[in-house]
């Protein structure tokens, strides 16, 4: 079985610096690992995904993740905050579900707030 | 343009009442999922179809019911079984079974039990 671990439930940054939130994993196979932000009362949106192809992964509004299977983690970064990236992130890992097909398994997700 | 529609947004249930929760996409997608979301907990599946007139339980079906009748439609019902109903609850699809680049989530609607 696949699940992530994500490390801090909250995290705060002051605007201009570096954002980094945690994100292990633990998989019996290769994993596809995945970075979602969710806005406040909305659904969730792919930032990123790492499918093997390359282990720095660039994703959508300046955010990035490298693989790193030795560490078995899939940090989040972003060299500079926007006030507009206080958000939560959720990391998740996909994984095979009876009957074949994949699902998503979740972190339990970090806020992030970015201070002025 | 496409996507995936949940309502209602908000919706507020009386203890013992079952409600159905709406999900439709118009993507062409053969697979739909519900998952439920509680503050600190992440998000949980509640139940999978991978195609018409066919689903499966995720980790946390109880008290849930499900349909695919139409392949663009994928209602929830939460049924009076399920006792604690209150959360964030998001659905999900994706092309063939393949959760990996083309999974859509909609915008979720939040069930308060009052």
């Known amino acids: 079985a696949q699940s992530v671990t994500q490390l801090g439930s909250h995290v705060s940054v002051s605007e201009g610096a570096l954002v980094l939130l945690r994100c292990n994993y633990s998989?019996?196979?290769?994993?596809?690992l995945f970075w979602y932000v969710q806005y406040p009362n909305q659904g969730l949106q792919l930032l990123l995904k790492?499918?093997?192809?390359?282990?720095l992964v660039k994703g959508i509004n300046g955010f990035e993740a490298e693989f790193k299977k030795s560490e078995t983690s899939f940090h989040l970064t972003k060299p500079s905050a926007h006030m507009s990236d206080a958000a939560e992130y959720f990391c998740a890992v996909s994984g095979r579900l009876t009957g074949g097909g994949n699902k998503l398994t979740f972190g339990t997700g970090t806020q992030l707030k970015v201070e002025l | 343009d496409g996507g995936i529609t949940q309502s209602p947004k908000y919706l507020f249930r009386k203890e013992g009442q079952n409600v159905t929760l709406s999900c439709e996409q118009n993507l062409n997608h053969d697979a739909m999922y519900w998952y439920r979301q509680d503050p600190g907990q992440g998000l949980r599946l509640i139940y999978y179809?991978?195609?018409?007139?066919?689903?499966q339980k995720g980790d946390i079906a109880e008290g849930y019911s499900v349909s695919r009748e139409k392949k663009e439609s994928f209602p929830l019902t939460v049924t009076s079984a399920q006792k604690n109903p209150t959360a964030f609850y998001l659905c999900a699809s994706s092309k063939g079974t393949d959760l990996l680049p083309r999974a859509f989530f909609g915008q979720g609607t939040r069930l308060t039990v009052v």
């Open positions: 790492y499918t093997s192809a390359a282990t």
């Open positions: 179809s991978q195609i018409v007139n066919d689903f």
């Open positions: 998989s019996s196979v290769p994993p596809y």
